[in-house]
Nanobody
């Protein structure tokens, strides 16, 4: 499965962006991770099958993950963005869905996109 992430850019604090992840094939679970300069990669959100969604506490209530199975695409709607959301965002896919307790583990995902940069100015 090849992944192509897009939709990043520069936005002011409080603004919104919508990231897209286009996949060349089907995956039971797709997740977004992010990595800020000088920090480790961290889990942002995941969707398992059609509607099981999971979020990091830091983005809960602001970000929404969704998927269009017909198009093999996953989206991350990001609202009320904060400067601390600045990072390179990566989408990752697993052909078989990880169990709930492992959904946030990057090692569960076999395929990764190239990343898209999100910059939130204060």
């Amino acid at each position: 499965v090849q992944l192509q992430a897009s939709g990043g850019g520069l936005v002011q604090a409080g603004g919104s962006l919508r990231l897209s992840c286009a996949a060349s094939g089907r995956a039971d679970a797709v997740a977004w991770f992010r990595q800020a300069p000088g920090k480790e990669r961290e889990f942002v959100a995941a969707i398992r099958w059609r509607t099981n969604t999971y979020y990091a506490d830091s983005v809960k209530g602001r970000f929404t993950i969704s998927r269009d199975n017909a198009k093999n695409a996953v989206f991350l709607q990001m609202n009320s963005l904060k400067p601390e959301d600045t990072a390179v965002y990566y989408c990752a896919a697993s052909p078989t869905a990880p169990i709930t307790s492992a959904i946030r583990d990057p090692q569960q995902y076999d395929y990764w996109g190239q990343g898209t940069l999100v910059t939130v100015s204060s």
